[in-house]
């Protein structure tokens, strides 16, 4: 199916997309400070600015959205228009994600990456913060 959307609706879309603060974050966030662990946000002195940061615990939280960072699930695919774009920007991502991990890991920080799809289970999802928090 063609995309109708004008050139100018389509910037309006794309320029509402949050980096912070979004749906599947807060999500997350909502469900760490249930459990009792206090975090900090995305702290710019680390590699990926991490969306949670346990300081005392040296563990991090990315919360990554599918389309956006190229998951193996049905939202994480590479749009059939404009692949042009769409691939090098997506895959940047993808290597972006990795570098940062991989500057943490290094530096001796634990890393979790909670997909977007990985959200709809809240059971499954409450069952990897404990474990990866310790609580």
């Given at each position: 199916m063609a995309d109708r959307l004008t050139p100018e609706r389509r910037s309006a879309n794309m320029a509402r997309i949050r980096a912070k603060d979004t749906k599947p974050e807060m999500i997350v966030r909502r469900m760490v400070h249930r459990l009792g662990a206090r975090y900090?946000?995305?702290?710019?002195?680390?590699?990926?600015?991490?969306?949670?940061?346990?300081?005392?615990?040296?563990?991090?939280?990315?919360?990554?959205?599918?389309?956006?960072?190229?998951?193996?699930?049905?939202?994480?695919?590479?749009?059939?228009?404009?692949?042009?774009?769409?691939?090098?920007?997506?895959?940047?991502?993808?290597?972006?994600?990795?570098a940062a991990c991989a500057a943490l890991e290094a530096a001796g920080w634990q890393v979790l990456v909670i997909w977007e799809c990985e959200i709809r289970d809240c059971q499954i999802l409450e069952q990897r913060l404990r474990s990866f928090l310790g609580l």
């Open positions: 900090r946000l995305h702290r710019k002195d680390l590699p990926g600015k991490p969306d949670l940061v346990f300081g005392p615990r040296r563990k991090v939280i990315f919360v990554h959205g599918c389309f956006w960072h190229l998951h193996s699930c049905r939202d994480g695919r590479i749009p059939a228009s404009r692949r042009d774009y769409w691939e090098p920007k997506l895959t940047r991502n993808v290597e972006r994600d990795a």
